[in-house]
């Protein structure tokens, strides 16, 4: 499975925009580029995915370098209700099966202070 | 509220009891999943079923059983565990692996396993 890179922890302040960086150099082709984020004591929850284009959704958007080899979680205005572990995730849609794994890394731990 | 329900929440058992963990999602997806994760560790795949039938297993130990009886329900039966067995067990569906396959997982809040 292709690799993320992700700084360990990150801290905002609330209802300030929050880029959450990702490197994952050895991207291929067929990996999109999924974010989730779990909050304490929950579930993951998905946030956003892309390919290649810049996405936005109603929770964030998501930034992607052209050569692909990185990208950026954007929160516009965070709120304490975003403290929580977002996860960068690459998954292969390009081989059977290869698809259906979720690999997280370690992810990055966001603070948001009042 | 999450749209994926785990049950129970919390479950302490002996090494030698026989327990199982419950999941069920009413999407329609047809994609299943089992996850663990221990404190302050992310997620790791276990098991995945792909229209009820297992196409995954993460090398799991035998004494973790999965079962998907249909397409709303997945059991995790649990026998002999050991204590490093506790963690928080995931579970999560997708609308399905045809077609496109980057769609998003849906997770629940987990069952979190102690055992003695």
């Known amino acids: 499975d292709a690799k993320t890179t992700q700084p360990n922890s990150m801290e905002s302040n609330e209802e300030e925009p929050v880029h959450l960086p990702c490197n994952h150099s050895?991207?291929?082709?067929?990996?999109?580029i999924h974010w989730y984020r779990q909050l304490p004591s929950q579930g993951p929850e998905y946030v956003i995915h892309?390919?290649?284009s810049n996405v936005n959704n109603r929770m964030a958007s998501l930034a992607i370098a052209e050569d692909r080899k990185s990208s950026t979680l954007i929160l516009h205005r965070a709120t304490l209700r975003d403290a929580a572990v977002y996860y960068c995730?690459?998954?292969?849609?390009?081989?059977?099966?290869?698809?259906?794994?979720?690999?997280f890394g370690k992810g990055t731990k966001l603070t948001v202070n009042p | 509220d999450t749209e994926v329900t785990q049950t129970p929440k919390h479950l302490v058992m002996g090494m030698t009891n026989k327990k199982s963990l419950k999941c069920e999602q009413h999407?329609?997806?047809?994609?299943m999943y089992w996850y663990k994760q221990k404190a302050k560790k992310p997620p790791e795949l276990m098991f995945v079923?792909?229209?009820?039938?297992?196409?995954i297993n993460e090398s799991v130990p035998s004494r973790f059983s999965p079962e998907c009886p249909n397409s709303s329900l997945l059991n995790l039966h649990l026998h002999a565990l050991q204590p490093e067995d506790s963690a928080l067990y995931l579970c999560?569906?997708?609308?399905?692996?045809?077609?496109?396959?980057?769609?998003?997982?849906?997770f629940g809040d987990g069952t979190r396993l102690s055992i003695l």
């Open positions: 999560a569906s997708s609308q399905g692996l045809l077609g496109n396959r980057a769609r998003p997982q849906h």
């Open positions: 050895t991207i291929s082709g067929t990996d999109y």
């Open positions: 892309g390919l290649t």
């Open positions: 995730i690459l998954r292969d849609v390009g081989t059977q099966g290869g698809s259906e794994k979720l690999v």
């Open positions: 999407m329609g997806h047809r994609a």
């Open positions: 079923y792909s229209y009820e039938k297992l196409s």
